[in-house]
């Protein structure tokens, strides 16, 4: 939660908080959406179905395959839950970038380009449990929850804007905040929300059964690709480093390892709807 946020919640009544507040799953962390999560999913799912339209996809036997073997293991690790309205889609674009991404609702993209540096189930399950860590985490959600405070002269607007049925949520709002602009890019999110990404996705993997040291590896894989070896980058950019990332990945690795036994155990529950 950026400061800006936190100066102005003092104002707001404790009501609308309730409302608002969520536990984002796995850190725990408490943070505040002004959207409403139906709003969010609606125009999330219609941006995929833009992409889909756009951009091509792969018929790439093989990749797509991979795909749909990890996005079912890891649609099952994810409990009900942290998304509840997920209906799960996995997608294959054939686009040279090295890049994947999840939205609200279950939609998940990955671009061919991705198996450069992907190797394996669990490499290709490190990435993508990632960017369903963003959605279940609802980083969407607090970053458009941070524009329509600057949009609407602060939080209090924000709040009443939630109550009318968040009114200002564009299709454009929804597919900035995902980075989308008129050709498939990258998500930039800050590097608090993608070490945030990175602990969920870990969690999730490995409660999927993939063993977790892979996403490391993604990593790794990644510095090499990008030749960004100064380690001074890690406080330079908004964007945590590599190494910065593969240092949290390391603390985090026993509880992962405890998740994945967990699982073997107990699974992840599920309801039946
Ligand atoms: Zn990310």
Known sequence: MNTKLLSVLAVVPAALLLHGCYQV?????????????????????????????HN??????????????????????VPIWDMPDADWEFVLFDNPQINAFAMAG??????????????????????????????????????????????TGGLIGGVALMGSGAGLLTSTAVMEAYGIGSEASGFAFDRKKEKEAD????????????????????????????????????????HPSNPERIAALEAEMPEALRAQEDAKIKPV?????
């Open 199 to 238: 602990h969920i996705g870990l969690i999730y993997m490995a409660r999927a059964g993939y063993d977790p040291h892979e996403a490391i590896k993604v990593l790794e894989k990644l510095e090499e690709e990008e030749g960004n070896g100064q380690p001074e980058s890690a406080f330079g950019s908004t």
């Open 25 to 53: 799953p796995v850190t725990g962390r408490h943070s505040l959406s002004l959207v409403d999560d139906k709003e969010v999913t609606k125009m999330s799912i219609a941006a995929f179905d833009e992409m889909k339209a």
């Open 269 to 273: 529950p599920v309801l039946v709807k």
């Open 106 to 151: 279950g939609k998940v993209g990955v671009f061919t380009g991705l198996f450069k540096i992907v190797q394996n189930d669990d490499q290709l399950a490190s990435v993508m449990a990632h960017e369903i860590g963003h959605v279940t985490a609802k980083h969407i959600h607090e970053q458009l929850s941070q524009e329509m405070a600057l949009n």
């Open 56 to 77: 091509r996809i792969s018929n790439d036997k093989d990749l797509n395959a991979e795909l749909q073997r990890v996005g079912e293991r890891l649609q099952r690790a």
